[in-house]
């Protein structure tokens, strides 16, 4: 067998910035309502019911976790979904953030 | 404020003539929350253009409720004088408009008040007096109208 140089494969080391994780669908962000002094318990309950829509129970368990805990978070989402709903929430004024579950 | 009935949709609600003048009052306020106050993330710096676009359609929403608002009170028929009162209509889909635009005066007047962690006390000859009672109505009409949608869940 003759002996060829074969050209050297040295594993790729560098980082594709291309192909970032397919965060359309990595459930990578948590939703936090954050509580405030304003915004009354009734409205916050009802606010969770028709952008979520949970039940009256689930919503008023958030609800409380915001008010006794200061925070609660409410799902866990893709980057789009979870934009999606920080909106919904942000239409009606809560305070509401979403951050990189880590 | 009060609700009458509920016909395919429809919640009729009661207003007494002061009640009418304030609650036009404070749908004239609207929007009261600065454009972009809201922030998509804590560590927002990571997202400034998610937090262009949530400015943006926030910005819009506002714009399409402060059409509502204005429609609504343009509208002859909106009110019906009945008594010594009148009566107004909405359906379920804008009641929840009608929420987000209260709560936006309240929250609104709040902000302009400083955010205090305390409710603010009511001393009408205080300077704050027309924020403490922008606040308060706000939320009584609020209060109101999610009792409507409770009533016929």
Redesign the interface.
């Known amino acids: 067998m003759a002996n060829i140089a074969m050209p050297e494969v040295m594993p790729d080391l560098e980082r594709d910035e291309k192909s970032k994780p397919d965060s359309a669908n990595d459930p990578g962000y948590v939703v936090i309502c954050w509580n ?5 318990m ?2 916050v309950t ?1 606010v969770f019911q ?1 952008v979520f829509a949970w039940q009256r129970p689930k919503a008023e368990f958030h609800m409380k976790q915001v008010h006794n805990l200061g925070k609660s978070v409410l799902v866990r989402e893709s980057l789009e979904k979870a ?1 999606h709903y ?2 919904q929430l ?4 809560l ?1 509401a ?4 579950d880590e | 404020m009060k609700l009458l009935r509920v016909e395919n949709d429809r919640y009729c609600f009661q207003f007494g003539h002061r009640e009418k003048a304030l609650f036009e009052f404070l749908l004239r306020l609207y929007p009261v929350i600065p454009s972009a106050h809201q922030t998509l993330s804590k560590a927002a710096a990571r997202m400034d253009e998610n937090q262009k676009l949530l400015d943006e359609a926030l910005a819009e929403q506002r714009k399409e409720n402060k059409q509502h608002v204005e429609k609504l009170l343009t509208d002859p028929r909106r009110f019906k004088e009945k008594g010594a009162g009148a009566e107004m209509n909405l359906s379920a889909g804008e009641i929840e408009w009608m929420l987000q635009v209260l709560n936006d005066v309240r929250v609104g007047n709040w902000i302009l008040l400083g955010s205090p962690e305390e409710q603010p006390h009511f001393d009408p000859k205080a300077e704050n007096a027309p924020y403490v009672i922008a606040m308060g109505l706000a939320s009584n009409f609020q209060m109101d109208l999610l009792d409507a949608l409770k009533h016929n869940a």
């Open positions: 405030d002094p304003v915004n009354l009734d409205y009802h028709t934009e920080v909106h942000q239409k009606y004024s305070h953030t979403m951050e990189r």
